[in-house]
Structure formats: C-alpha cells, structure tokens
C-alpha cells in the first residue's frame, strides 16, 4: 500500500555554516514506519540550500565557505539588490548554484545515502 | 487513492532572462484538483534551467545576469564548441550549474515555496 | 497500479570525465516495463555528479572540463583538506555545484529528455 506523510522541520543556524540534519530526518522515516519510497527534500528559502556532503573532517565545511566566498563576495559591486545588505544577492546567488531540493531513495527505512 | 498526471508546458521567451511561470504551475494543480503529493517540473533543455527565487525587486535577476555573465562569459576563449554561437557552451554550463530538475511538495492544493 | 522499483548501477569511470549511461537506464526501464511514473536517479557519491547534456560534439565535454578546472584548480590553496589528495575538495565543490539527485517524468516507457 502506497502512503505519503509531510512534515515541516526546522534547523536552527547560528550565521552562515553547514547544519547537519541527517539524525532529523533518519527520525522521521523510522517514526513513520517507511520502509521502501522516496524522500523529497525541500528548502522553503532562497538564501540557504541542501548539501549532502562528507562531513568527518572539519576542514571541508571550512573549504566550501572560502570557495563561495571567493567566487561570490559579499559586498561585489557588481550587485544592485543590496537593500537587505551586502550578503543578501551573494546568499540567492549561493543557493541557485546549489539547489533547495532533493530526491532520495529509501530502503529498509533507511535513505540510501553512500558510505 | 493515488493518481499522477503529465503536462507539457511552454513558455516563450525573448532572449537570456528570468521568465516565471509559477501562476501556470498553481492553475495546472488546481485543474486536477490535486491536493497532496509531489509536484516534479523537469526541463527538457540543456541551455535553460529552474530557479525558484524572490521575484519583487527588479534587481535581483539583473543582479543573477550580472553575476553569470561574469562567471562564463560568452565568447571564452577556453571554449571549443562555439559552432552554435558564443554563448551555446556558456548556457549549457549555466544549466549544469543550475537545474533542469525540481520536486515540490504539493499541500492542500498548492505548491509548499516559502512565504 | 502502482509499482515501485529499486536498482543499483555501477558506472566504471577511468579518471575524471563524463560518462554516459543513458541506455543502461531505458534498459531498466524497459525491463521492469514501466510506462509512466517517476525516475529517480540518486547517485551515492560526494566527489561524481549527474548531468543531463547534449553528447553530440566531442568538444563538449572538453569545455566541461576545461570550465570546472578554472573554476576549481587542483591545489588550490585555499584548500585545507588535501589530505585525500589535491583533486578531493575540487571534486567535493564541482559535486556541489552541480547534483547527485534528478527526478525524470517517464511516460510510454521512456525518459522524457529532450529532443
């Protein structure tokens, strides 16, 4: 028998950073008792995004933000749209390049993320 | 009980820019009186792509224009493939870095996009 | 009815590169004679990602690679995790900037790429 569920779930962040919610998620599926589906993920904002990513060393959230950050620089001149500050277009701009939105595979209860 | 249906939706465009559609997406949805399930727009395009994004002020898709137009610009010399223009290896590559691919949630007959 | 299906595809790469295994999936889904529906393609890796492009042209995928290489360098010296090597965080940000996630219409047993 085919089901569906939604659920809204909210991740505090303290400033721009990577913010794990793997156990979240993991959670939800085991509460519902999913066993075999899809899981959609998606972001209700345009300045933040989904990644799924390596997480063991804390070198490699410290890289991403250096690469985004040189390759879209708070404050660049060449932004127009600056009245909600200088981090405003370069946070749209991070998120097209990434995406709000995942579709991942469940098995056995569980999303069959790599290894 | 579940069903899905399948649309072709066109949309014509003037030249390099944002052109929304949402209003065609929440008119298809309410003609099938779909109230809960998942919503998937796939672009069948490789030099066009999907961007869910603040559309108020007028700056901001100037602001997007602005930023890729810097990060490949048409007429690289890096690129080979220009037989079909100068700026046919620059869309395909602002569609790799994008999406052609979106999966929203629909809920009480409307697409879940943020407030 | 509706059914739902699960399979592993393995993908040999020899070195950095695009590979194509568009005909493994019609395959599949000719095996498992699926006529409409959603293909999820979902890929367990952090440092390989999945893209929809023409394949025509040799020269496309060079102006891929050529593109990526300028926009992340191996060595790159902003990077500190290059523990696994100086390609590894570049690998780690093309993935990000392109995706590991695309939700395909099916419809009469086929993939609804474009023409």
Do not use: C
């Amino acid at each position: 028998m085919f089901r569906q569920s939604f659920h809204e779930l909210s991740v505090s962040t303290r400033g721009r950073g990577l913010y794990e919610f793997t156990d979240d998620v993991e959670k939800w599926i085991a509460q519902n008792k999913f066993r075999e589906g899809l899981l959609t993920i998606f972001l209700q904002h345009t300045s933040a995004s989904l990644l799924i990513q390596e997480n063991a060393s804390p070198d490699v959230p410290r890289d991403f933000e250096r690469f985004f950050e040189r390759l879209v620089p708070d404050g660049d001149e060449i932004f127009e749209h600056t009245l909600e500050g200088d981090d405003d277009m370069p946070a749209h701009i991070r998120t097209a390049l990434t995406t709000v939105n995942l579709g991942i595979p469940v098995r056995n209860g569980a999303m069959t993320l790599g290894a």
